[in-house]
Nanobody
Framework: QVQLVESGGDLVQPGGSLRLSCASS?????????MGWYRQAPGKQREFVAR???????NYADSVKGRFTISRDNAKNMVYLQMNSLKPEDTAVYYC???????????????WGQGTQVTVSS
């Protein structure tokens, strides 16, 4: 298991920037843990935003490509989401995700933080 704690959500004007942080209780440098960010807007399903692959590459949702950047600090067990050129449609609760490979299987179990609210409005 792992505990994830997000922070950094806020109210920001369109065009502004925010950096979200996620603190993990487990070592995130393990190849068996894939870290990422998801979001859920009011009345909508949770959706993928960005993540690291098991090769260390990054994937992004088309809606955030070129504006958001996921990064990590393995020494601190932290994952970040830098969000630039924010739009009102980016308004959502943002969740940190850890997908952990279960021992002896090819199954990844998902763990979630409590979420942090990002509101983009003038």
């Amino acid at each position: 298991q792992v505990q994830l704690v997000e922070s950094g959500g806020d109210l920001v004007q369109p065009g502004g920037s925010l950096r979200l942080s996620c603190a993990s209780s487990r070592r995130i440098s393990s190849i068996n843990i894939l870290m990422g960010w998801y979001r859920q807007a009011p009345g909508k399903q949770r959706e993928f935003v960005a993540r690291f692959t098991n090769s260390g590459a990054t994937n992004y949702a088309d809606s955030v490509k070129g504006r958001f950047t996921i990064s990590r600090d393995n020494a601190k067990n932290m994952v970040y989401l830098q969000m630039n050129s924010l739009k009102p449609e980016d308004t959502a609760v943002y969740y940190c995700n850890a997908a952990i490979l279960q021992t002896g299987t090819s199954y990844y179990a998902n763990y979630w933080g409590q979420g942090t609210q990002v509101t983009v409005s003038s």
